[in-house]
Nanobody, 121 residues
Framework: QVQLVESGGGLVQAGGSLRLSCVVSGTIFRINVMGWYRQATGKQRELVATDTSGGSTNYADPVKGRFTISRDNAKNTVYLQMSSLKPEDTAVYYC???????????????WGQGTQVTVSS
């Protein structure tokens, strides 16, 4: 089994910064894409950023230039550095990871439980 645990959420004033972390643990042979999504109250979950195992990153337009995704493969951890936060960034942030539990086996997508980020104006 594979578990994802996020941390680093909280309350911050507009213009401030937060750094989210997500640690992947369990039966892991390889982690492929890792990403962050968010879901605001009353809205659908949306992509924030992704990072492939090869180092290619992708960002949603609303966060480009303000958020940075990175990963530490040795620690099976993905980070989301958020700067210049806006009230509209308020949401529950979820990490996910595409994990192959064994060599030559299938890949499964796993999700964390989410961490609340609240940006006050």
């Amino acid at each position: 089994q594979v578990q994802l645990v996020e941390s680093g959420g909280g309350l911050v004033q507009a213009g401030g910064s937060l750094r989210l972390s997500c640690v992947v643990s369990g039966t892991i042979f390889r982690i492929n894409v890792m990403g962050w999504y968010r879901q605001a109250t009353g809205k659908q979950r949306e992509l924030v950023a992704t990072d492939t195992s090869g180092g290619s990153t992708n960002y949603a337009d609303p966060v480009k230039g303000r958020f940075t995704i990175s990963r530490d493969n040795a620690k099976n951890t993905v980070y989301l550095q958020m700067s210049s936060l806006k009230p509209e960034d308020t949401a529950v942030y979820y990490c996910n990871a595409d994990v192959s539990p064994r060599s030559g086996g299938p890949t499964f997508r796993y999700w964390g439980q989410g961490t609340q980020v609240t940006v006050s104006s």
